[in-house]
């Protein structure tokens, strides 16, 4: 059975960082695709970033591009994404999602896997 452990979250000041963790078991990540979504209150969750094991270029959504990195480390089979200078708007709970496919993609439906959720609370 696919398991995603997402984790990291927590309380963070503004233009602080947070790195978020998602320990992916059942599943190794050879050809694989693991996305990252955000959902703030009475908002539609959204994608924030996907790497996948065929495409060298990780996708960031604009919101996030320059201040958020995804990485993966196989070994520990965990994905990584790193946030930087983080706003009052990157507050949210934040999901990895994992595609048995390395063909990236932002659509939610498109992945076979989700975590439970991290939360990320920005204050001003």
């Known amino acids: 059975e696919v398991q995603l452990q997402a984790s990291g979250g927590g309380l963070v000041q503004t233009g602080g960082s947070l790195r978020l963790s998602c320990a992916v078991s059942?599943?190794?990540?050879?050809?694989?695709?693991i996305g990252w979504f955000r959902q703030a209150p009475g908002k539609e969750r959204e994608g924030v970033s996907c790497?996948?094991?065929?495409?060298?270029?990780?996708y960031y959504a604009d919101s996030v591009k320059g201040r958020f990195t995804i990485s993966s480390d196989n070994a520990k089979n965990t994905v990584y994404l790193q946030m930087s200078s983080l706003k009052p708007e990157d507050t949210a709970v934040y999901y990895c999602?994992?595609?048995?496919?390395?063909?990236?993609?932002?659509?939610?439906?498109?992945?076979?896997?989700w975590g439970q959720g991290t939360l990320v609370t920005v204050s001003s």
């Open positions: 999602a994992l595609r048995a496919s390395p063909v990236p993609t932002r659509r939610i439906v498109d992945y076979d896997s």
């Open positions: 059942g599943f190794t990540l050879d050809d694989f695709a």
């Open positions: 790497i996948s094991s065929s495409d060298p270029s990780p």
